[in-house]
């Protein structure tokens, strides 16, 4: 298969740049052909101060990303997208990509980003599902993301964006355990049956 690699860099590199690497390498080795897309999150640091303005909209769709991740498909053929990480750069806007090109896509869920502000399902030192059972006002009362208001009201507008689109339907997503799995299946905004469970492999010496 010809298969395309999405992966957003974070600036303190960590355990998803390893499965992402792992199972490029993965797939390559059982003779795929892999492409490779990445923004990385030091591009920040060289952005105008208009594009750090615009960084709450793009978050939410990069239209250069959507521009550049069709064309590679075009251009390579691609069969299938597994995505890694999408923010802050990629955003959502692969999902559109992808149906757009009529690929299917598919992401793996390291984290609880899409229904939990700050991805961890933790705060003030005690388990918290607060946004899950009672919703995202949840996370702007308490400043979930960074102790920020506004940066918390980017990522809740973001993910509450994405599933008013359905696009979330047209995706299938790997979670690494079943409480994974039925936490995301709770949001209702995915299809059950697109919805899978693979733990992280090990590769042995």
């Not at 899409?114 to 388990?127: E, S």
């Not at 607060?130 to 995202?136: E, F, K, Q, V, Y």
Request: glycine share 4%; net charge positive.
């Amino acid at each position: 298969m010809r298969v395309l690699v999405a992966h957003n860099l974070y600036q303190q590199r960590g355990g998803e740049e390893t499965v992402a690497n792992s199972e490029y390498e993965l797939l390559k080795s059982h003779g795929n052909e892999v492409f490779l897309y990445t923004r990385d999150n030091f591009e920040i640091e060289s952005f105008s101060r208009i594009q750090k303005l615009l960084m709450p909209f793009t978050m939410i769709f990069s239209f250069k990303t959507y521009k550049e991740v069709k064309r590679i498909v075009i251009d390579n053929k691609i069969d299938i997208i597994h995505v890694h990480n999408v923010q802050p750069l990629i955003s959502p806007s692969i999902f559109y990509a992808a149906k757009k090109c009529k690929v299917p896509i598919v992401q793996t869920i390291h984290n609880f980003r899409m229904i939990c502000a700050n991805t961890w399902f933790y705060r003030d030192g005690r388990i918290c599902e607060d946004c899950l059972s009672i919703g995202a006002r949840c996370a702007l009362k308490h400043k979930c993301y960074r102790n920020s208001f506004l940066q918390t009201l980017g990522v809740v507008v973001c993910n509450q964006i994405h599933r008013w689109t359905g696009i979330y339907k047209y995706a299938n997503f790997i979670c690494l355990t079943e409480f994974n799995r039925r936490k995301l299946i709770q949001l209702n905004c995915v299809n059950p049956e697109k919805v899978f469970v693979k733990p992280n492999f090990y590769q042995g010496i």
